[in-house]
DNA sequence: CGTTACTGTGTCCGGTGGACACAATAACGC
DNA sequence: GCGTTATTGTGTCCACCGGACACAGTAACG
């Protein structure tokens, strides 16, 4: 199952030589993702962008959900280094850095929900995370944990700021707040609590990302002082 | 467009009475969701459900997004209500109930991602989590953007432990695991930071939810201590 | 009682993921 | 050199999907 993401896919002797290969299978459909939404990856689309038919692209991938996974480990690929951080500066440069891939290929936040197959790239991508906090007093489950809840904020924000129903990407949150001033315009007393902090904004948009990254980054210095300490 | 969800919908006058109900068809197809998993809920299942044809169902919904949409503003709810909390614990039953409604309906997780319709349940979940920090000195746009932490993190936490590709629900991160320590054992050299985590990870498990939002909440307190200092 | 608006149904379409048989190809043992 | 054999890309076929549209039946209106 993890073969294909990882094994290192010696060719056969007999037959025809391969025409095409998986790297480029993946790197069409990522084109296609990239200019038109997940929702527009079919195996016919990824074939046709490769003029072959649908059919052959089953000789390179078991099915739609590993040509995704696939797809998903190229296009996240691999973090940056950062190196002579703190652990908080490092942590936070990681989670900029986690922003910026969703930024390039915004149809990774569909392609990463829920169960699914893990490459090597997204698994460094953790390893990463888990090792800014490896000087902290720590303990390997927390340091997962944290690494949790820094990924899923990220992820709410990119997907906040940059999602479609398709999968396409669009320019900022406009349909939402649309439709929420509308609703707030009309039924302002049935929610008391929108309504009112929709009144008391700052000026600051789309500082979404730093606020609740300062946040949990404040929460896990406490927990880290703490722990030195004793 | 949000009339789907909001307007009163009153009957015509006119032409033979309805044998349906759009609470009854969504009704139907989150049945279907909770036990097969939302990619099960198609037009065709739905009615059938009814026992009666998929083109029926357009008389209704005007397509199958929008029936998605009025599925999950039924199934999500309305949130509880806990008079009496200061913010902090209003704030944290509120995160536990948004999970419990994750563990309902797991494919919630699945109907939630993306731009979409959104229902006025759904409108009073946000109201509620705003409410909890009405009288806290953040102005509304904190206020927002705390509560986006909150749901990212119960999200999270909630996709981890109870999504699976299909979208049907699963016991727990079992697949996912498998895989991690498969490589981990092969290749822990390459993943050092993971590796090492693994190790020294204490008994405790499944505390992703509570670690979370315990270092949200106290990041939280500290800005909140710092607003009203000054 | 005819008109009219509305209901649920049947038929049709393009597109999807995928199973399977097929001819062409190229390395192997002899 | 030559059959054998594994492997290639292709063509055909299927069930299913969301949805457009025309249709006959129904029930309130003038």
Do not use: C
């Not at 459909?29 to 962008?49: F, T």
């Not at 315009?185 to 904004?201: E, H, K, V």
């Amino acid at each position: 199952m993890t073969e294909l993401l990882w094994g290192p896919r010696q060719p056969p002797s007999r037959g025809p030589k391969r025409a095409m290969s998986l790297e480029g299978i993946a790197q069409a459909g990522i084109k296609l993702a990239d200019a038109e939404g997940l929702d527009a990856v079919s195996m016919q689309r990824v074939a046709g962008e490769l003029s072959f038919t649908k059919m052959s692209l089953y000789r390179y991938v078991p099915g739609k959900a590993e040509l995704v996974a696939v797809m998903t480990d190229l296009a996240v690929g691999q973090p940056a280094e950062h190196p002579g951080l703190s652990w908080r500066e490092a942590l936070s440069a990681w989670a900029y850095d986690l922003y910026a891939a969703f930024e390039r290929h915004p149809w990774l936040l569909l392609s990463t929900v829920g169960r699914r197959l893990l490459g090597p790239n997204e698994l460094t991508w953790m390893d990463r995370g888990v090792q800014a906090l490896a000087g902290t007093g720590l303990n390997g489950g927390e340091q997962l944990d944290s690494v949790l809840v820094v990924t899923g904020h990220v992820r709410t924000i990119a997907q906040q700021s940059l999602t479609m129903p398709g999968g396409t990407t669009g320019v900022i949150e406009e349909h939402i707040t649309a439709t929420l001033t509308d609703v707030l315009s009309t039924q302002a007393d049935r929610f008391p609590g929108l309504s009112g902090a929709m009144q008391s904004i700052d000026g600051n948009q789309n500082q979404g990302l730093t606020f609740g990254l300062t946040r949990i980054l404040d929460g896990l210095s406490l927990l880290i002082a703490g722990r030195a300490k004793s």
